[in-house]
T-cell receptor, first 117, second 115 residues
Framework: DTEVTQTPKHLVMGMTNKKSLKCEQHMGHRAMYWYKQKAKKPPELMFVYSYEKLSINESVPSRFSPECPNSSLLNLHLHALQPEDSALYLC????????????????FGQGTRLTVV | AQKVTQAQTEISVVEKEDVTLDCVYETRDTTYYLFWYKQPPSGELVFLIR??????QNEISGRYSWNFQKSTSSFNFTITASQVVDSAVYFCALSDSGGYQKVTFGTGTKLQVIP
C-alpha cells in the first residue's frame, strides 16, 4: 500500500476560523512532510517531521502549526489565515532512519485545496 | 545553492508522438539525487524515477526513458508514443546528500497530449 491519504480534499475557511488538515500513511515511513503549492508553481516545503519530531521549519508563519501525534499521522492546524494562504497543501512521506536517508523519494497525497475567504 | 531549471513551460503534442522534457540542474554537491514526478489534474504528485549522481546509466521503463548526463548537468525525460493519460505537469527535482530530505523542485512542464 503506497498511499498517503489527506482530508479534507477541499476546505473553505474564513480568516477568523480555526481548522485542521489531516494526513495519514501506513507505509511505515518515519519522515513526513507538508508542502504548499500555489497555482502554476512547484511545491514549496513547509515542514519536515522525522520520527515524530519537527526537523525542518522553513520559516513558516505561526498561523500554520504542525503536529505529528504518531508515526502514521500528521496534522496541520490553521488559524487566522490570510487570503494569500489559499493553495493546495500536500502531505508526503518517505522512509527515514535516525535522520531521513538522503535521496529517498517521497510519496504524496492528493492534497487539500484550501480557500481562505 | 541548488537550482533546477525546466525551460519548457508548456508542450503540446499529438497522441503517439514522442516528447522530451528537459531538466537542467545546478548544485555544488558531488553527491546528489535527481527525481521526476508527475502531477495530474487530481493534484497528487506521482513519483516516477530517482537517479543518484554516481549512476549515469540511462533508464527505460515502458514508454518512459531518462537520459542523465553529468557533463551537461541534465536529466531529460522522454515519453515515447505519448497517450492522453500522459497529460499532466511534470516536475524535475534535486536533493543533496544532507541528512534531511530537502528537495528543490523545478518550475514544472505542463504536457498536453491531444487525441
Amino acid at each position: 500500500d503506497t498511499e498517503v491519504t489527506q482530508t479534507p480534499k477541499h476546505l473553505v475557511m474564513g480568516m477568523t476560523n480555526k481548522k485542521s488538515l489531516k494526513c495519514e500513511q501506513h507505509m511505515g515511513h518515519r519522515a513526513m512532510y507538508w508542502y504548499k503549492q500555489k497555482a502554476k508553481k512547484p511545491p514549496e516545503l513547509m515542514f519536515v517531521y522525522s520520527y515524530e519530531k519537527l526537523s525542518i521549519n522553513e520559516s513558516v508563519p505561526s498561523r500554520f502549526s504542525p503536529e505529528c501525534p504518531n508515526s502514521s499521522l500528521l496534522n496541520l492546524h490553521l488559524h487566522a489565515l490570510q487570503p494569500e494562504d489559499s493553495a493546495l497543501y500536500l502531505c508526503a512521506s518517505s522512509h527515514g532512519g535516525p535522520r531521513v536517508r538522503a535521496g529517498t523519494e517521497a510519496f504524496f497525497g492528493q492534497g487539500t485545496r484550501l480557500t481562505v475567504v | 545553492a541548488q537550482k533546477v531549471t525546466q525551460a519548457q513551460t508548456e508542450i503540446s503534442v499529438v497522441e503517439k508522438e514522442d516528447v522530451t522534457l528537459d531538466c537542467v540542474y545546478e548544485t555544488r554537491d558531488t553527491t546528489y539525487y535527481l527525481f521526476w514526478y508527475k502531477q495530474p489534474p487530481s493534484g497528487e504528485l506521482v513519483f516516477l524515477i530517482r537517479r543518484n549522481s554516481f549512476d549515469e546509466q540511462n533508464e527505460i521503463s515502458g514508454r518512459y526513458s531518462w537520459n542523465f548526463q553529468k557533463s551537461t548537468s541534465s536529466f531529460n525525460f522522454t515519453i515515447t508514443a505519448s497517450q492522453v493519460v500522459d497529460s499532466a505537469v511534470y516536475f524535475c527535482a534535486l536533493s543533496d546528500s544532507g541528512g534531511y530530505q530537502k528537495v528543490t523542485f523545478g518550475t514544472g512542464t505542463k504536457l498536453q497530449v491531444i487525441p
